[in-house]
């Protein structure tokens, strides 16, 4: 299946296609289809298994189709965390590149001007308002925001927004709401807790569950623990001098797939990197290259990682830990098809530990962490505790501190 078996807008498919997607994920599957029947939806899904373009792309299709285009806010997105919201505003902003659809995320954390900003964008007609509760409620209370013309609410990652307390405010929130509109509620476990709260919000829901995938048994798969100015040298390293006909490493940035490409041309390897500057042609070709093996190593950022739907790879780096852990899944599954062997190794620096023990969760198992070799030097220690919080210890008396 394609996303063009949905039918959407041509706008929503120009974004589509501009980042680089072209086969939906399980959740997207599924759940497209239910949100543009107008039903009520459910869904189970782990954090990381495309859920956010499973709503977002719908959502968009409904409002574009709409006959009367008014600047009043048409979709509600609520999740519990900045880092979320912001996360998925910044996918919002993708898909509706090529369509005239606003949206603002607001949350707490800000400067007073910040608070200015979201209120004058609520005020002039954001057509999508993506919110954590506290900010949102901080919002409604000065009496400006108007749901009138709301159509659709969505709850994103309820299990967390529950465990943090958030049932409360959330209620306080639909209050405002219209009854006649649409609820999506997403939620990585389906607790009898979550049941019971979706009854309160939702209409007659339909369901989605999701099993979580796991990579094939024969991906090996190894990690590094490497600080971020080690990985280069680490990079090099792996590749010099080997027998590895296809190489796919994936980075965060445009910066850092830029320097790694440079860094590896200097090295004269057959090498070219694929991102967000390029025109769509430009990544159809160098995809191309490389899938017929013009091109040994190919450096993606994560944005299209979704778009490279090559099979049979000698090697998978991850550059960086993925923030989703069902990415990690995917780009793993590049490597071992037709009974074939793979290797996926990923880097993980002090600051990505915690991603990384998501992803051992997800697919139910420990990843090896490897030694650096003695020329690169020593790397971080996995310590998943946050370096941020310090464990106090009651100590005996007559004990001495270290």
């Given amino acids: 299946m394609n996303f063009s078996d949905f039918k959407l807008d041509d706008r929503i498919n120009q974004g589509i296609e501009s980042i680089g997607f072209e086969k939906p994920t399980p959740v997207q599957e599924l759940a497209i289809p239910e949100i543009l029947s107008g039903n009520d939806l459910i869904a189970c899904a782990q954090t990381g298994t495309g859920k956010t373009a499973a709503y977002v792309l719908p959502l968009l299709h ?53 608070f200015e900003v979201e209120k004058k964008a609520i005020k002039t007609g954001a057509e999508v308002l993506i919110a954590t509760p506290g900010r949102l409620i901080s919002h409604i209370n000065s009496g400006y925001v108007n749901f009138d013309r709301l159509k659709y609410l969505i709850l994103d990652e309820a299990d967390r927004m529950l465990d943090m307390g958030f049932q409360p405010d959330i209620l306080k929130i639909i209050s405002f709401l219209p009854k006649n509109r649409q609820t999506l509620l997403f939620s990585a476990t389906m607790p009898s807790d979550i049941r019971a709260f979706a009854k309160k919000i939702l209409n007659n829901p339909n369901e989605i569950n999701l099993a979580v995938s796991k990579p094939a048994e024969n991906v090996l ?22 027998e590895l006909p296809s190489v796919l490493i994936f980075s965060a940035t445009k910066a ?3 320097d790694l490409e440079r860094e590896l041309l200097r090295l004269k390897m057959n090498v070219k990197a694929i991102h967000s500057d390029l025109e769509q042609e430009q990544r159809k070709e160098v995809l191309r290259q490389f899938r017929n093996r013009e091109i040994q190593v190919l ?19 991850n550059y960086n830990v993925p923030q989703d852990a069902e990415d990690y899944v995917h780009r793993v ?36 962490k490897l030694p650096l070799p003695p020329e690169i030097g020593e790397g971080p220690d996995f310590n998943t505790r946050s370096p941020h919080k310090r464990r106090f210890v009651k100590r005996r008396p007559g004990r001495k501190g270290n």
């Fill in 62 to 114: 409904g409002i574009l189709t709409q006959k009367e285009r008014s600047g009043n806010i048409k979709a509600l997105i609520i999740a519990p965390t900045r880092e979320l919201a912001v996360q998925i505003d910044q996918q919002l902003e993708g898909f509706s590149y090529f369509a005239p659809v606003s949206s603002i995320a607001v949350y707490g954390g800000g400067s007073g001007t910040d």
């Fill in 221 to 242: 798969q190894a990690a590094y623990m490497a600080y971020d100015n080690q990985k280069i040298a680490l990079v090099k390293k792996l590749i010099t001098g080997k």
């Fill in 256 to 258: 850092s797939v830029k």
């Fill in 299 to 317: 450096v993606a950022t994560d944005i299209v990682s979704r778009g490279i739907d090559i099979d049979d790879i000698s090697l998978v780096i």
């Fill in 333 to 368: 599954g590049r490597t071992a098809r037709a009974d074939k062997t793979g290797v996926a190794i990923t880097f993980i620096n002090q600051k990505e530990v915690r991603n990384f023990t998501n992803i051992e969760k997800l697919i139910g198992s420990e990843i090896r």
